[in-house]
């Protein structure tokens, strides 16, 4: 965590429903970074990250929702995947060396990273699934972009290509001979980016006549999302409180409710990005309120949802609103009605919808008798052709492979 976070002054929030985002962005970035990287860059990094825009959708007068799900691959990661990537191929310029990033994933995260670092200069990235244990839809994101991404198939677990990675680190030969980096949502260049689209979110909300500061309700997993709300009200934007609104797997919801912290054994549900035991960024939400749990609470509520109560949420606002939610940003949505029954009924509340729900149609088509609209981008992806070298959850044949790679 950075040692202190700074504020953002008041001009800013004065004027910030005149900015667009990148201007938003950028102020933020600025503000962030200043110190460590020349304005020119860090406003370019910012352009070229935001290719997209996160609009704010009103369902109701209390209800709105912040859709992230216009980037490359369809999943707000690609907002802190994009900028870290832009970054780290900044750092590189001046290295002869090539920088090969490590990446195990289970689905997202992976396509985001691999997207994010796409054609940029300087950087290899070698992704490592396990066959047959993902989506086919994260498999063809994963699999057909080429050039300086490639995807390797590994006949095992998540875990085998964990530890893959994790050997490849702690490797004498390997880091001797190569340049080696992780990309894992623990970086702070990924969080960074993740409190531009909450600055935004106010904008757009003052755009539309309601100057209130709103409670914003975080589908949460990781806690990557919610940190980054949470440094993003630290740096002065007016939220009233954040919402952790978590499926079973609830360490966070716990904590609060308990004051301890227990990690536990991921639970396997429908809004699996969010299936996390011990969320990583436990400590940076700690850290950030000196660990103190009344501290937490005056802008923290959590809740935790059965999958049956994701399910009946996409239902009731397929019903009320004609709005089809992934669902993750159903878990969302059940923090938002939580609060307004428990908490306060009069608060505006914007739920962030973290994934487009024709990511997740396998999930939603059962659930509402519909199929999500397929956008033309991920329509797309679907009828390239994979590309992937397939290898056993061996440590040596892959060794092997990443110094062959480098020869
Ligand atoms: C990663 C992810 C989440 C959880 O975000 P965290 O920052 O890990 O809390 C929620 N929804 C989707 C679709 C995701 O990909």
Redo the contacts with the bound molecule.
Sequence with gaps: MPEDIPQMPQRFFDNIHVLNFREIASAVALTLLGDDLPADVIVRIVDETLSFNTPLVKLDDKNFILEL?HGPTL???DVGARFMARLMAYYQKDSSEKCTVLVATS???GS?VANGFYGVEGIDVVLLYPSGKISKIQEQQLTTLGKNITAIEIEGSFDDCQDLVKQAFVDDELNDKMMLSSAN?INLARLIP?TFYYFNAVAQLRNRGYNEAPVIS???????????GLIAKRMGLPVKSFIAACNKNDSLTKYLLNGEYMAQKTKHTI?N??D?GN?S?VVRIQDLYGYAIPFLKQDLHSWSFFDEETRDMMRKAYKKYNYIL?P??AVGLCGAEKYHKMIDDDDIIITVE??HPA??GDIVEPVLGIKPPMPERLEKVLHLEKKAIRMGADFGVFKEYLLGRNA
């Design positions: 799900f999943a707000f990661k689905g997202d995260t985001a949502s993740q975080v589908p949460s997993g990781n806690l990557g999302n919610l940190s980054a809004s990005a969010m996390v969320p960024n992934d993750h940003g973290t994934a990511k997740f």
